[in-house]
């Protein structure tokens, strides 16, 4: 049996709306961090299922979702050294405390 494209879309689509509602809702930075990681994995689905639909011979969506991979990872790195750059001042990852750049 062969994967449809609406499987790939409708995981996709899941994935996107837990990591929104993530996002919107948690005050914690690591679960942000966390649920932006889950919309890009839920976007790499979308590349991946589409490139696999339109063209299945050329890996052209494949390639693309291995960069922003490699971008979301770059990204967490540097997230999670704020955090800890953040947690040493202030001893709490709540996102109504980080207050350090106001004025």
Same mark, same amino acid.
């Given at each position: ?5 609406? @499987? ?5 689509? +899941?994935?996107?709306?837990? +990591?929104? @509602? +993530? ?18 994995? /839920? ?5 991946? +299922? ?26 967490? /790195? ?6 800890? /750059?953040? @947690? $040493?001042? $202030? ?13």
């Amino acid at each position: 049996m062969e994967l449809q494209l609406e @499987y790939f879309l409708i995981l996709a689509a +899941g994935l996107f709306c837990i +990591g929104i @509602y +993530g996002l919107v809702t948690s005050r914690n930075v690591v679960r942000v961090l966390m649920s932006v990681e889950l919309l890009l994995n /839920a976007v790499n689905l979308n590349l991946i +299922g589409f490139s696999s639909f339109i063209d299945p011979v050329e890996i052209k969506g494949q390639v693309f979702s291995v960069f922003v991979i490699i971008v979301a990872a770059a990204e967490s /790195a540097v997230g999670l050294a704020i955090i800890l /750059a953040i @947690y $040493r001042n $202030r001893n709490t990852v709540d996102m109504e405390q980080f207050n350090l750049l106001k004025w």
